[in-house]
């Protein structure tokens, strides 16, 4: 049992969540001299905060990242807990880049992938290290491009780690403890949810649950529907690391914090009765199974933040201090 679920169940995990937060640190180091200003400028308006948010978070493959710098900014008296608003339903519509991507089914070319971004990363170390030797126009590329190559490379595992989870459908699907959960998921989908909810609340990676789910539900393993449930938990489950950083910080931090659990909250109470909707509309979109949970995924988080933009024009959060 160990080799057949567990060893790549973690293992496949590990490289994911490795990739993952190289890809992170390494879009961080790229644009984060830069973010705290933008965040400071594009807040003028919620509708201006959540395009902005949008972009940020699909750059940096983090909205825990976007959420816990509005945090810092409202505690340090930067920004005002109103102007946040539109950073926060951003930063959901953001993530949904890198499960589109998984969902391209693109995993055949995580290899070459990172071997290529190998091949740059050296390319630009040297061409770092031999500056003199260079035309002024190629200097300036050289460190863009190590910071590129590297989230690539972290991509590339990305890639790579779901490879590897995918291993373990075949096996859980001669354990009965699995089709205990897929037996309870038929009668209640809310147990799919509450997994979602926990194992992203312990993993803190949205990311990497939802993937997961896509991997399962590739092989067969996995229903859709059930697939989507815990989708709309992960997204419930993202805001224990928000809350996390809200402690001991000012009353308008923990607002930001508490802004984006009444955003999940209220978004996967809107949306399970229709689970069976969003199935339906998504495979209207594409035939693959894991596609259609990122295709799900991605209908959540638009409407979501799309039906919350309205609210937060209300002049009641500019008296919140």
Same mark, same amino acid.
């Given at each position: 049992?160990?080799?057949?679920?567990?060893?790549?169940?973690?293992?496949?995990?590990?490289?994911?969540?490795?990739?993952?937060?190289?890809?992170?640190?390494? =879009?961080?180091?790229?644009?984060?001299?830069?973010?705290?200003?933008?965040?400071?400028?594009?807040?003028?308006?919620?509708?201006?905060?959540?395009? &902005?948010?949008?972009?940020?978070?699909?750059?940096?493959?983090?909205?825990?990242?976007?959420?816990?710098?509005?945090?810092? =900014?409202?505690?340090?008296?930067?920004?005002?807990?109103?102007?946040?608003?539109?950073?926060?339903?951003?930063?959901?519509?953001?993530?949904?880049?890198?499960?589109?991507?998984?969902?391209?089914?693109?995993?055949?070319?995580?290899?070459?992938?990172?071997?290529?971004?190998?091949?740059?990363?050296?390319?630009?170390?040297?061409?770092?290290?031999?500056?003199?030797?260079?035309?002024?126009?190629?200097?300036?590329?050289?460190?863009?491009?190590?910071?590129?190559?590297?989230?690539?490379?972290?991509?590339?595992?990305?890639?790579?780690?779901?490879?590897?989870?995918?291993?373990?459908?075949?096996?859980?699907?001669?354990?009965?403890? &699995?089709?205990? &959960?897929?037996?309870?998921?038929?009668?209640?989908?809310?147990?799919?949810?509450?997994?979602?909810?926990?194992?992203?609340?312990?993993?803190?990676?949205?990311?990497?649950?939802?993937?997961?789910?896509?991997?399962?539900?590739?092989?067969?393993?996995?229903?859709?529907?059930?697939?989507?449930?815990?989708?709309?938990?992960?997204?419930?489950?993202?805001?224990?690391?928000?809350?996390?950083?809200?402690?001991?910080?000012?009353?308008?931090?923990?607002?930001?914090?508490?802004?984006?659990?009444?955003?999940?909250?209220?978004?996967? =109470?809107?949306?399970?009765?229709?689970?069976?909707?969003?199935?339906? =509309?998504?495979?209207?979109?594409?035939?693959?199974?894991?596609?259609?949970?990122?295709?799900?995924?991605?209908?959540?988080?638009?409407?979501?933040?799309?039906?919350?933009?309205?609210?937060?024009?209300?002049?009641?959060?500019?008296?919140?201090?």
């Amino acid at each position: 049992m160990f080799k057949e679920i567990w060893y790549p169940l973690f293992g496949g995990l590990a490289v994911f969540l490795f990739g993952m937060k190289t890809m992170e640190l390494a =879009l961080h180091a790229w644009a984060g001299p830069y973010l705290n200003q933008f965040l400071h400028t594009s807040t003028r308006t919620p509708l201006r905060g959540m395009l &902005f948010s949008t972009g940020m978070t699909a750059l940096l493959q983090s909205s825990t990242a976007i959420t816990v710098i509005a945090i810092g =900014l409202v505690n340090a008296g930067l920004v005002s807990f109103s102007r946040t608003l539109g950073i926060i339903l951003g930063t959901n519509i953001g993530t949904c880049l890198t499960t589109e991507l998984i969902g391209l089914n693109i995993n055949r070319y995580a290899f070459p992938l990172l071997l290529a971004a190998a091949g740059c990363w050296i390319a630009a170390v040297l061409g770092d290290e031999y500056r003199p030797a260079l035309l002024s126009s190629l200097q300036a590329w050289c460190r863009p491009l190590q910071y590129g190559s590297i989230a690539a490379a972290g991509f590339a595992l990305i890639l790579l780690g779901i490879e590897w989870m995918k291993q373990i459908g075949e096996p859980l699907q001669q354990r009965g403890l &699995f089709a205990w &959960f897929l037996e309870r998921s038929g009668d209640s989908l809310l147990w799919a949810v509450a997994a979602g909810i926990v194992i992203t609340a312990l993993v803190h990676s949205s990311a990497a649950i939802i993937a997961m789910a896509m991997g399962l539900s590739a092989t067969g393993a996995l229903p859709v529907e059930v697939g989507i449930a815990i989708v709309i938990g992960s997204n419930v489950g993202t805001c224990f690391t928000a809350l996390i950083a809200s402690l001991g910080g000012s009353r308008s931090g923990q607002f930001v914090a508490w802004s984006h659990v009444a955003l999940n909250v209220g978004g996967a =109470l809107l949306f399970y009765p229709f689970i069976g909707q969003l199935h339906v =509309l998504s495979t209207w979109l594409t035939g693959d199974a894991a596609g259609q949970i990122a295709r799900a995924q991605t209908i959540f988080n638009i409407g979501s933040s799309l039906l919350a933009l309205p609210l937060c024009y209300l002049p009641l959060w500019n008296r919140l201090r």
